[in-house]
């Protein structure tokens, strides 16, 4: 089964740093690119950014570009997301979401179930 | 970056209903474009992906059309697990964007 596990959510200051997690199971987690994807408190769906299934290429959204950082570790089948200089509006659910299967062009048809980040002083 | 528009915001509906939802993109994003279902507490899941085609294991209640910068995706008989919210969203380029969302709510 194809499954994706979030974790690192917590309670941070703003200014503050935080490393996210998503472990990776029943897919072969180097061939495929890989997102995450945020909902803030009562709000829609925000893109944030995504990695190739090499960890070449990152793209980001500008509301993190400079502060956050995707990597991805493929002999732990595990994606990162290093979140600095946080700020209130970042505070919201994170989702990893897995691309479908071409190349390139994809929609997200995996996703976690989600890991909190809360951002308040 | 391209924007999504998506109509309604919600809407009210009862079992059994056909109920329809628009997705514009600003530009042309050719056919790619998905359809998720959210549901609350829930992680989104994906239900049509290349505007039309769709997702393994999903009902065949839900269709999906539209090339270029007009989509629809319509549930031709609404069940009482389709209550939910509704997003689209482009992956023709970055940076990857949804449409606002539609609430389906029980009338």
């Known amino acids: 089964e194809v499954q994706l596990v979030e974790s690192g959510g917590d309670l941070v200051q703003p200014g503050g740093s935080l490393r996210l997690s998503c472990a990776a199971s029943?897919?072969?987690?180097?061939?495929?690119?890989m997102n995450w994807v945020r909902q803030g408190p009562g709000k829609g769906l925000e893109w944030v950014s995504t990695?190739?299934?090499?960890?070449?290429?990152?793209y980001y959204a500008d509301s993190v570009k400079g502060r956050f950082t995707i990597s991805r570790d493929n002999s732990k089948n595990t994606l990162y997301l290093q979140m600095n200089r946080l700020r209130a509006e970042d505070a919201a659910i994170y989702f990893c979401?897995?691309?479908?299967?071409?190349?390139?062009?994809?929609?997200?048809?995996?996703w976690g179930q989600g890991t909190i980040v809360t951002v308040s002083s | 970056a391209i924007r999504m528009t998506q109509s309604p915001s919600s809407l009210s509906a009862s079992t059994g209903d056909r109920v329809i939802i628009t997705c514009r993109a600003s530009?042309?994003?050719?056919?790619?474009l998905a359809w998720y279902q959210q549901k609350p507490g829930k992680a989104p899941q994906l239900r049509i992906y290349?505007?039309?085609t769709l997702q393994s294991g999903v009902p065949s209640r839900f269709r999906g059309s539209g090339s270029g910068t007009e989509f629809n995706f319509t549930i031709s008989s609404l069940q009482s697990e389709d209550f939910a919210t509704y997003y689209c969203?482009?992956?023709?380029?970055?940076?990857?964007?949804f449409g606002q969302g539609t609430k389906v709510e029980i009338k």
């Open positions: 979401a897995k691309d479908g299967e071409r190349e390139i062009l994809n929609a997200f048809d995996v």
């Open positions: 029943g897919f072969t987690f180097r061939s495929y690119a």
């Open positions: 990695i190739s299934g090499s960890g070449e290429s990152p």
């Open positions: 530009q042309s994003i050719r056919n790619y």
């Open positions: 290349d505007a039309s």
């Open positions: 969203q482009q992956y023709y380029s970055y940076p990857r964007t």
